[in-house]
């Protein structure tokens, strides 16, 4: 069964939605190497410090891949 985003704990959903809002701003300012490396280091940083388990990082990363890996992170 695969598992959704809803089924991360409150406070991880809370940070990775502000953290995905503040995607599309920096994405006005920001070159795309400087923006693919900002968007990379945010992810990995808020997946570090809500100590994901596996699976919701799995997910997580699955998402934003979904989102974000077709233009901007290859």
């Known amino acids: 069964m695969q598992q959704s985003f ?3 704990p409150e406070a991880a959903r809370l940070k990775l939605i502000n953290l995905t ?3 599309a701003v920096k994405a006005e300012g920001l070159t795309k190497k400087d923006w693919q490396n900002w968007i990379i280091g945010g992810f990995i940083s808020a997946i570090t410090s809500l100590a994901l388990n596996h699976t919701q990082t799995s997910e997580v990363l699955r998402l ?3 989102a974000f890996g077709g233009r901007f992170l290859h």
Do not use: D, F, Q, S
Request: proline share 0%; charged share 20%.
């Open 64 to 66: 934003v891949k979904a």
């Open 21 to 23: 809002g503040e995607v």
């Open 6 to 8: 809803a089924a991360l």
